[in-house]
């Protein structure tokens, strides 16, 4: 009787320390949440795998966020549909637009430089577009107009930056085109469409694209600069503040942008230093380094660094911490000597050094840190001031590097395997965006006093694997 008895109350002490999602009574805490409004760049729009599609708006993080707020008193959430679950994705080219369908994976062969099927075979998960209809097609599904009318509560436009939340003609047909398609006319701004709604809640998580922007071109040339930061940033919070129904209002910070999978995968798997030479052939790139003018390249038997170009144009040799970016095209490393010599330039090959495009440098990377520290505090010293609740995503997405678990499901920084990030190595997937969306709220809950419930983090998918 007293093992039983133990073994009871052993069951009853272990049931009152399992969180559970009932234990406290849902209550705003006077929040009005009846007009919530979010402002920010493709994070907040729900873009991923490289596209803006239906699916992917539907479980943005504004949206899971407000799904959430219903529960006590939040109102509708309405958001720019786009008509299509393929998805647009696009970049410019020269006389306007390329499109693509969102990514999705394949489990496909891995091929050899010939293009056959290794030997013995393997297989392997790799990103691929979903369809390639044509680019008619996709033109006319990014331009449409939205499936659902306004005014939309999701003012979250892809590639937006601080400044051009206040840009004139942002959703013109010489703009963006993610904010053309729904913007209330050709000159409005994107703050200006928020701000007439006078929300009674407000979202702002802005300044991604300002570091992020730089980073994915392999430079620290193009960052925002602090003065114009600081100006914008504050005028983006103060006038969501000033918009009419003295709102209260969440923001967040950047996150450290090299510590998502688009600038850590390739680099895990491709050493700075992986090229292997014998004698001969150290000699041998020594003289043709010296032949091009490169004498200051020095190679020599064993383990040598790639050579890439920096962003002034000189060429050098990588340095331990130095990352890939996940566009750098490693066939050609493999199959065409990228980063050594194309030896398919004959009699004499030529040196081949790795496009600045595709590699981001510790100097570069120490450049973006410093910026995006500077942002941050801004960005906390705006918030503080202001009496506004602060999400510090930057400190919360490190601690996914070594993972963390929600609902028995282990979720790490890693591509594919990591189950937070989508097909592009940059944006969020559903999962993730749950888990972010949750993130705001318990930021929410912590300023306001308020008791918001969390959204279950297993009604939300992660990538699909084929």
């Not at 994976?105 to 393997?122: I, M, N, R, S």
């Not at 979250?156 to 930056?161: E, I, L, Q, Y």
């Amino acid at each position: 009787m007293k093992k039983i008895l133990f073994i009871l109350m052993s069951l009853a002490i272990l049931s009152a320390c399992e969180r559970k999602i009932d234990e406290f009574k849902a209550s705003a805490n006077g929040l009005d949440l009846s007009n919530f409004v979010s402002v920010g760049n493709s994070l907040t729009a729900g873009y991923a795998d490289g596209a803006l599609y239906l699916s992917g708006q539907q479980n943005s993080i504004p949206n899971i966020m407000a799904t959430q707020f219903k529960t006590v008193g939040g109102g509708e959430f309405r958001q720019p549909l786009i008509g299509t679950e393929e998805g647009v994705g696009f970049q410019p080219v020269p006389g306007g637009l390329y499109c693509y369908t969102k990514r999705v994976l394949y489990f496909t062969d891995d091929l050899d430089c010939a293009g056959v099927p290794v030997v013995p075979e393997t297989k392997s998960f790799k990103p691929g577009f979903v369809s390639n209809p044509e680019q008619s097609t996709l033109i006319q599904q990014l331009y449409a107009p939205p499936t659902v009318a306004g005014p939309y509560n999701n003012m979250g436009v892809p590639g937006a930056t601080v400044q051009t939340l206040f840009y004139p003609g942002y959703g013109s047909s010489l703009g963006n085109p993610y904010f053309a398609r729904f913007a209330t006319s050709p000159l409005a701004t994107i703050m200006h469409d928020a701000v007439v709604q006078q929300p009674s809640f407000f979202y702002l998580w802005i300044g991604n694209n300002d570091v992020l922007a730089s980073a994915l071109a392999g430079t620290d040339a193009l960052l925002t600069s602090l003065p114009v930061f600081t100006q914008f940033y504050t005028m983006a919070v103060d006038s969501l503040l000033a918009s009419g129904k003295n709102p209260k209002g969440i923001v967040a910070n950047i996150p450290d942008v090299t510590s998502i999978p688009f600038f850590t995968t390739i680099s895990q798997k491709l050493p700075w230093n992986g090229v292997l030479l014998d004698s001969a052939q150290a000699a041998g790139l020594n003289q043709l380094y010296s032949l091009y003018g490169h004498s200051d390249i020095k190679w020599k038997k064993g383990q040598n660094p790639f050579v890439y170009t920096k962003t002034d144009g000189t060429w050098a040799q990588m340095h331990a911490g130095d990352l890939f970016l996940l566009t750098m095209p490693t066939d050609s490393v493999k199959c065409k000597g990228m980063g050594i010599a194309d030896q398919s330039i004959q009699p004499i090959p030529r040196p081949y050094p790795i496009p600045g495009k595709f590699v981001l440098d510790g100097a570069e990377q120490a450049n973006i840190k410093a910026r995006l520290d500077e942002f941050n505090t801004v960005i906390y010293n705006v918030a503080a001031s202001r009496n506004l609740a602060f999400a510090d995503m930057n400190t919360y997405l490190r601690k996914f590097a070594s993972g963390m678990v929600f609902d028995g499901i282990k979720m790490n920084t890693s591509f594919i395997s990591g189950g937070l990030f989508s097909t592009d190595g940059v944006h969020l997937n559903p999962r993730g965006n749950c888990v972010t969306a949750n993130f705001f709220i318990q930021a929410i809950n912590t300023k306001y006093g308020s008791s918001i419930p969390q959204a279950s983090v297993t009604n939300y998918t992660g990538l699909v694997f084929p």
